[in-house]
Structure formats: structure tokens, C-alpha cells
């Protein structure tokens, strides 16, 4: 999956993974009859460092800047089993998604400042719902594949 969308689709692999995981839990929301919002709540976790300026030089440091903010990623128009089933609607979700992530400011960089550290935007802040679920893609790891397809450690 991450080299087919990398080859074909101008977006981030967080876009490609956070398009499919907004889809696949309205479905299965609408499945168990839990409304018919198009739209879930998801807490997206970053490591941080596309987050920061691009002008700041981060070679001499070590571990992650790590950011979480809330984000709600709204796939309202579309026709969740179509996308799902790969069809015309995908590509509508994924520029539908797509486009709210890049509605964030500095990819939520600063949405912890803004909550826990500033006490009269955390306030407000904290009278909206919080996330259920959690989302945060590391990026690829190399590893040896064993006939079952499974990843094993390297020796």
C-alpha cells in the first residue's frame, strides 16, 4: 500500500491511513447502527519534526518533539462503500481528508500549548469531547519476512 500510494497519489501516507481509518469507522458505526455521521474523532499523534519550522536545524538533536492533537475528519458525501470497495468515491474521501489535515495549523503542533499550558483557551478547550481513538503511523521499519509473511526481528 505505502509504495502504490506514494506512486500515484500527491498526499502523505497519514492522509492515504487516516483517509482509510475515518471510512472503515463509519462503517462500521453505521453497521451496529450508531448514527449515520460521516464524521469520527480522532486523537493523531506525530513524532514532531515536520511540525517545526523549517528553518530550525534539528541534526544535533536527539529523540522526538512528539505532538497530539484532536482532529475531526468528516467523509460526509461520500459513499463509504464505494471508497471502500476502491471505486471513484476513494479518491473524493482522500481529497476530502486530505484537505482537513492540511486545515490544521502546523499539524497540531501547537494544540498542547493551546490545551493544557494557556489557562483560558484550556478551559474552553476542555469542554469538547475527547478522542476515542488514537492514531499514529511510526513510519517503516526494515526486517527480515518469514514464510508466513509475518516482520522478525533482525539477529
Not at 469507522?25 to 460521516?38: E, P, T, Y
Not at 474523532?41 to 518533539?65: C, P
Not at 468528516?74 to 484537505?99: F, H, M, Q, T, W
Request: proline share 4%; glycine share 14%; net charge positive.
Amino acid at each position: 500500500m505505502l509504495k502504490r500510494v506514494a506512486g500515484g497519489v500527491p498526499c502523505r501516507i497519514n492522509h492515504a491511513l487516516l483517509t482509510a481509518l475515518a471510512l472503515s469507522i463509519v462503517q462500521w458505526c453505521g453497521r451496529r447502527g450508531r448514527g449515520a455521521d460521516h464524521a469520527v474523532l480522532i486523537d493523531v499523534e506525530g513524532h514532531g519534526r515536520e511540525e517545526v519550522l523549517a528553518d530550525i536545524d534539528l541534526s544535533r538533536t536527539v529523540g522526538w518533539f512528539t505532538s497530539l492533537f484532536p482532529v475531526r475528519l468528516d467523509a460526509g458525501g461520500v459513499d463509504v462503500a464505494e471508497a471502500l470497495a476502491g471505486g471513484p468515491a476513494l479518491g473524493r474521501a482522500l481529497k476530502l481528508i486530505k484537505e482537513q489535515l492540511r486545515g490544521v495549523p502546523n499539524n497540531g503542533l501547537g494544540y498542547g500549548l493551546l490545551r493544557y499550558l494557556n489557562r483560558q483557551t484550556g478551559s474552553q478547550l476542555a469542554k469538547f469531547a475527547a478522542p476515542q481513538i488514537g492514531f499514529n503511523y511510526l513510519g517503516r521499519f526494515a526486517g527480515a519476512r518469514g514464510r508466513t509473511g509475518r516482520v522478525r526481528p533482525r539477529r
